[in-house]
């Protein structure tokens, strides 16, 4: 498996262990979740995508995120 397929799938599981670790003090949920987030910071090489998103029918802004490991970027 490539490194962006694996930093993606990565990703995935944070979403998901964001989720439990907010409502979850077991301390192997917060390792497990902590280990993964600092393996995606320490590998992925970012590829930065600039989009527009719709917040209301009048209103949009641009973002920057990484469409690898989804991480968004500020100005």
């Known amino acids: 498996m490539d490194l962006t397929t694996k930093i993606h799938l990565l990703s995935n599981v944070k979403c998901i262990l964001d989720d439990i670790v907010k409502d ?3 301390s192997d949920i917060q390792q497990i979740h ?3 987030v600092n393996y995606i910071e320490s590998k992925c090489i970012h590829n930065i995508v ?3 998103i719709d917040i209301t029918p009048d209103y ?3 973002i920057r995120y990484c469409d690898i ?3 968004t970027f500020t100005d």
Request: hydrophobic share 20%.
């Open 24 to 26: 979850d003090s077991d």
């Open 34 to 36: 902590k280990l993964v």
């Open 50 to 52: 600039t989009d527009y």
């Open 60 to 62: 949009g802004h641009n």
């Open 69 to 71: 490991c989804m991480k």
